[in-house]
């Protein structure tokens, strides 16, 4: 059975959410987080991002629960065999426990085919956007983060990337325990330019 889409159909409060959403940190974050329910609502809203070829260039990686400590352990491992300070060992082996759910995107951009590599690696960035939106949407708060651990090539290869993909970004999600601040926004005027 197919899905009924409706096409033109007014949403002036899409744009009041769009207008309102804003990034909040991942260390002043806590429960709750979204239930199953809610976050499959978030995924897929990602994966309605736009995908020229319909090719799906990303997936997901969940981490919650248990996942997030098993997580922190890698962080710490990769960091002892670096010799790295033991306040920063424990400090990155907490970092995925600031929130209740950490959602990883990975870009599996394809070369070689007719859709350009940078268009499918846009596509996962339109996908992190559409997670945010979705977790706003949802009163959840969050926040993309790549950070060192994205690019790093041993905690790469234990959460299981594919030679090729890359971390397009991790998604912090969850309530905010502190009052949001708006931050500054770009003077249009600048940026917008009619041709």
Not at 131 to 146: E, M
Not at 154 to 171: D, M, N, Q, S, T
Request: net charge positive; proline share 7%; glycine share 8%.
């Amino acid at each position: 059975m197919s899905e009924k889409i409706h096409f033109n159909h007014p949403a002036p409060d899409a744009v009041d959410l769009l207008l309102s959403r804003r990034s909040g940190s991942a260390k002043a974050m806590g429960k709750p987080g979204p239930s199953a329910k809610q976050l499959d609502q978030i995924l897929r809203a990602g994966a309605r991002a736009p995908d020229h070829g319909k090719l799906f260039p990303w997936r997901f990686i969940v981490f919650e629960g248990k996942a997030r400590n098993r997580f922190g352990d890698i962080l710490a491992e990769v960091l002892e065999a670096e010799d790295e300070r033991p306040k920063q060992i424990e400090d990155e082996r907490e970092r995925f426990l600031r929130a209740p759910v950490v959602v990883g995107v990975v870009s599996s951009a394809r070369e070689q085919i007719k859709i350009p590599v940078w268009e499918q690696e846009l596509s996962a960035g339109a996908v992190c956007q559409n997670i945010l939106i979705a977790a706003h949407a949802l009163g959840f708060v969050a926040n993309w983060l790549t950070e060192w651990y994205a690019y790093h090539p041993v905690v790469k290869e234990k959460i299981g990337l594919k030679p090729g993909e890359r971390v397009a970004g991790f998604i912090y999600i969850g309530t905010s325990t502190v009052q949001l601040e708006e931050r500054p926004r770009p003077d249009m005027e600048k940026i917008v330019r009619y041709f």
